[in-house]
């Protein structure tokens, strides 16, 4: 019973293609995160989103969206592929009343191979 | 924004001896500071979180210490075992989760048995 949950788990495309990593939570949270780890294990925000808002990291290029249909999903759209997308993109989410952090939870990761 | 910096990178230590991490952050208005534990090929998993308004939490062989005003926090691990190998991040947030967490460049904690 996976509290958060990303598909693929390993997505390997070509520079220039378009693809999709999914992102399902069913903890009921209202926060829901992409982070990209890249080689050397950093991890950095890319996107925080709620129902009411979404931040972007200034530092991610406009050819990542995140789209969300529902409270529980929160999808990663990148265009046009390059090779230093290739890196784990980890999906989270977090229950954060009235501005207060709580623990975040990651889901299992995508490591994408941009070739 | 929020910039964080951890460290060691790696630490070595025997097996039952302490091990301890460093972190500090440097926005004042940060207040929820979560530790994670990442184990090879694994999702990063809460082991211990403090928030500023309290100096030092723990559980059971670990604890985590804040100093607000020199803005450094530190994750102490005592009697390490085998299992407590893995890369530690420290982090920082504030004000809810709008911004996400501001992650360290993590710590390798190798155990040596």
């Known amino acids: 019973d996976t509290a958060v949950s990303q598909t693929p788990k390993y997505l390997v495309t070509q520079m220039g293609n378009d693809k999709s990593i999914k992102c399902e939570q069913n903890?009921?949270?209202?926060?829901m995160y992409w982070y990209k780890q890249d080689s050397k294990k950093f991890l950095k925000i890319m996107f925080s989103y709620n129902n009411k808002e979404l931040i972007i990291n200034e530092t991610v290029p406009n050819r990542f969206s995140p789209k969300s249909p529902d409270k529980a999903h929160l999808n990663l759209h990148i265009n046009s592929l390059e090779l230093g997308d290739s890196a784990v993109y980890f999906c989270?989410?977090?229950?954060?009343?009235?501005?207060?952090?709580?623990?975040?939870?990651f889901g299992q990761g995508t490591r994408l191979t941009v070739v | 924004g929020e910039n964080v910096e951890q460290h060691p990178s790696t630490l070595s230590v025997q097996e039952g001896d302490s091990a301890v991490i460093k972190c500090t952050y440097s926005d004042s208005a940060s207040n929820y500071f979560p530790w994670y534990k990442q184990e090879l090929g694994k999702r990063p998993q809460l082991i211990i979180d403090i928030r500023s308004n309290v100096g030092e939490k723990k559980d059971q062989r670990i604890a985590v210490t804040l100093n607000k005003t020199a803005k450094h926090f530190s994750l102490h691990i005592t009697e390490t075992q085998p299992e407590d190998s893995a890369v530690y991040f420290c982090?920082?947030?504030?004000?809810?989760?709008?911004?996400?967490?501001?992650f360290g460049k993590g710590t390798h904690l190798i155990i040596q048995p």
């Open positions: 989270a989410s977090s229950q954060d009343p009235g501005r207060v952090n709580t623990e975040a939870f």
């Open positions: 903890l009921g949270h209202d926060t």
């Open positions: 982090a920082a947030a504030s004000g809810g989760g709008a911004d996400g967490l501001t």
